[in-house]
């Protein structure tokens, strides 16, 4: 990987001559924040998927129902979702706070057990209210890993290469879901023989106990085992350090994000965010069940449907990785606000053609790639986001604004799962397509800042 060769400077950081221009040139310290943040946003991507893939067969349980088609399933499995979208969006501020005041790789620790812990703890819910609240407090860290995660990564490797950067910390996450995805597998694979196991191992008063899917999440306490290693290896980085030597015992506060200059940036960086993750949240938890109804109206069976919808899953998230890279190399040649407006453009045409009219399946599997595609927007925000805001404010405004989409993209869950009531969820998701539209016209009147430039209104 090469950085560009004209050297320009670097507000509020390193010259950019001084920066490493090739891979070999990095540091160890660079080295272990990039693995650091990789490993911490892949296991993002594992834990928030577990419950996704396997939230009817298990909500279901925990109800005490016969099928996943009954509506107090879509009901509940909804709710659990919005909550946990909420959770997201409060751990984005609280431990942005926590990543500005104590540092970033303590905060990175932090997030990591939190979520981790709580995902692990699924396993032992008895009803679909203790699965919420798990779900909720698992999500406080995910949403805080990701304001940490990337403005680790933000200080501490080379600034021009901010667009790949970008990309691989998305392909993480990608990466993250389709291992999900795979866990998943595995497990029903050996859930019989372990649910015979437990019946003969435990007292017939829990020989009516599901062992599948709950030992999906148990898979979710992987993420665990990384964080010693962060904390002893991985340093906090010097202009963090520099900064709040400097500031002392100053610390803005978050209503700092809603005054002077600032303000601007947050109102604008909040529609982006709110709009195009509603709109992406929408379908990636509608369109398995539209897909699905579509194939229970063209008579598939059980099995045969599910392993279509798993197949469209994989294709969508397969095919998001490339747009990662789309979306970096869009956003070095015309800049980050237009790469990202440019690829919300993309996104909504995408959805009319796919949801504008009744499709079959087929057809529905040639369109709905080409949304995972120009998902890839949401891997520019990693390293746009982050540099718009002062070094002390800058995990929690990253935070904030981002996963502050994640409370909008949570009634829209719900919101949009009961309009399928009376529709169905071709229609649901066609209307909220057009939540992309303000995302566009946002994104175009935002500051802009180059992989090597300063921020500029």
Same mark, same amino acid.
């Given at each position: 990987?090469?950085?560009?060769?004209?050297?320009?400077?670097?507000?509020?950081?390193?010259?950019? =001559?001084?920066?490493?221009?090739? +891979?070999?040139?990095?540091? /160890? !310290?660079? #080295? $272990?924040?990039? @693995? &650091? *943040?990789? %490993?911490?946003?892949?296991?993002?991507?594992?834990?928030?998927?577990?419950?996704?893939?396997?939230?009817?067969?298990?909500?279901?349980?925990?109800?005490?129902?016969?099928?996943?088609?009954?509506?107090?399933?879509?009901?509940?499995?909804?709710?659990?979702?919005?909550?946990?979208?909420?959770?997201?969006?409060?751990?984005?501020?609280?431990?942005?706070?926590?990543?500005?005041?104590?540092?970033?790789?303590?905060?990175?620790?932090?997030?990591?057990?939190?979520?981790?812990?709580?995902?692990?703890?699924?396993?032992?819910?008895?009803?679909?209210?203790?699965?919420?609240?798990?779900?909720?407090?698992?999500?406080?860290?995910?949403?805080?890993?990701? =304001?940490?995660?990337?403005?680790? +990564?933000?200080?501490?490797? /080379? !600034?021009? #290469? $901010?667009?790949? @950067? &970008? *990309?691989? %910390?998305?392909?993480?996450?990608?990466?993250?879901?389709?291992?999900?995805?795979?866990?998943?597998?595995?497990?029903?694979?050996?859930?019989?023989?372990?649910?015979?196991?437990?019946?003969?191992?435990?007292?017939?008063?829990?020989?009516?106990?599901?062992?599948?899917?709950?030992?999906?999440?148990?898979?979710?306490?992987?993420?665990?085992?990384?964080?010693?290693?962060?904390?002893?290896?991985?340093?906090?980085?010097?202009?963090?350090?520099?900064?709040?030597?400097?500031?002392?015992?100053?610390?803005?506060?978050?209503?700092?994000?809603?005054?002077?200059?600032?303000?601007?940036?947050?109102?604008?960086?909040?529609?982006?965010?709110?709009?195009?993750?509603?709109?992406?949240?929408?379908?990636?938890?509608?369109?398995?069940?539209?897909? $699905?109804?579509?194939?229970? *109206?063209?008579?598939?069976?059980?099995?045969?449907?599910?392993?279509?919808?798993?197949?469209?899953?994989?294709?969508?998230?397969?095919?998001?990785?490339?747009?990662?890279?789309?979306?970096?190399?869009?956003?070095?040649?015309?800049?980050?606000?237009?790469?990202?407006?440019?690829?919300?453009?993309?996104?909504?045409?995408?959805?009319?053609?796919?949801?504008?009219?009744?499709?079959?399946?087929?057809?529905?599997?040639?369109?709905?790639?080409?949304?995972?595609?120009?998902?890839?927007?949401?891997?520019?925000?990693?390293?746009?986001?982050?540099?718009?805001?002062?070094?002390?404010?800058?995990?929690?405004?990253?935070?904030?604004?981002?996963?502050?989409?994640?409370?909008?993209?949570?009634?829209?869950?719900?919101?949009?799962?009961?309009?399928?009531?009376?529709?169905?969820?071709?229609?649901?998701?066609?209307?909220?397509?057009?939540?992309?539209?303000?995302?566009?016209?946002?994104?175009?009147?935002?500051?802009?800042?180059?992989?090597?430039?300063?921020?500029?209104?």
């Amino acid at each position: 990987m090469n950085a560009p060769e004209a050297p320009h400077p670097v507000a509020g950081g390193i010259p950019a =001559a001084d920066e490493a221009r090739h +891979l070999r040139d990095l540091s /160890p !310290r660079q #080295w $272990r924040s990039g @693995i &650091a *943040a990789w %490993l911490g946003w892949l296991f993002d991507g594992l834990d928030m998927h577990l419950y996704t893939i396997v939230a009817a067969p298990f909500v279901m349980q925990l109800l005490d129902l016969a099928a996943t088609s009954d509506p107090a399933v879509k009901e509940k499995s909804s709710w659990i979702q919005a909550a946990f979208l909420v959770g997201w969006a409060l751990g984005g501020g609280f431990f942005g706070r926590i990543g500005d005041r104590l540092g970033r790789s303590r905060a990175l620790c932090l997030t990591i057990l939190t979520y981790a812990m709580f995902t692990g703890l699924s396993c032992f819910v008895a009803n679909w209210w203790q699965l919420l609240i798990c779900r909720v407090l698992a999500a406080l860290g995910i949403g805080g890993e990701w =304001a940490v995660g990337s403005t680790l +990564l933000s200080e501490t490797w /080379p !600034r021009r #290469w $901010r667009p790949w @950067i &970008a *990309a691989v %910390l998305q392909t993480a996450v990608n990466i993250g879901v389709l291992a999900a995805c795979v866990a998943v597998f595995a497990i029903a694979s050996v859930a019989p023989a372990i649910q015979g196991w437990f019946d003969r191992a435990w007292p017939p008063a829990w020989g009516d106990v599901h062992v599948y899917p709950r030992l999906v999440f148990l898979v979710g306490l992987l993420p665990a085992i990384i964080v010693y290693w962060i904390r002893r290896r991985v340093p906090e980085p010097e202009e963090w350090s520099a900064a709040r030597a400097s500031a002392q015992t100053a610390q803005p506060g978050i209503a700092e994000l809603f005054r002077g200059p600032v303000r601007r940036t947050t109102l604008l960086t909040i529609v982006v965010c709110a709009t195009s993750l509603t709109a992406w949240w929408a379908f990636m938890f509608w369109n398995q069940q539209h897909l $699905r109804n579509l194939l229970i *109206a063209e008579g598939w069976g059980d099995t045969a449907r599910e392993q279509m919808v798993s197949a469209a899953f994989f294709l969508v998230i397969g095919v998001s990785v490339l747009g990662n890279f789309f979306a970096g190399w869009l956003a070095g040649r015309l800049g980050y606000r237009r790469a990202i407006a440019l690829m919300c453009l993309g996104s909504l045409l995408a959805m009319l053609g796919t949801f504008g009219i009744p499709r079959d399946h087929t057809s529905l599997l040639f369109w709905i790639p080409w949304i995972g595609f120009f998902s890839g927007v949401f891997g520019l925000f990693t390293m746009y986001l982050p540099p718009l805001f002062p070094t002390l404010l800058r995990t929690t405004g990253a935070g904030f604004c981002y996963n502050i989409g994640r409370i909008a993209a949570a009634f829209g869950t719900v919101l949009f799962g009961l309009f399928s009531q009376v529709g169905d969820f071709r229609l649901a998701l066609l209307y909220c397509s057009l939540l992309l539209v303000p995302a566009i016209l946002a994104a175009w009147r935002m500051p802009d800042h180059g992989p090597e430039h300063g921020v500029t209104p």
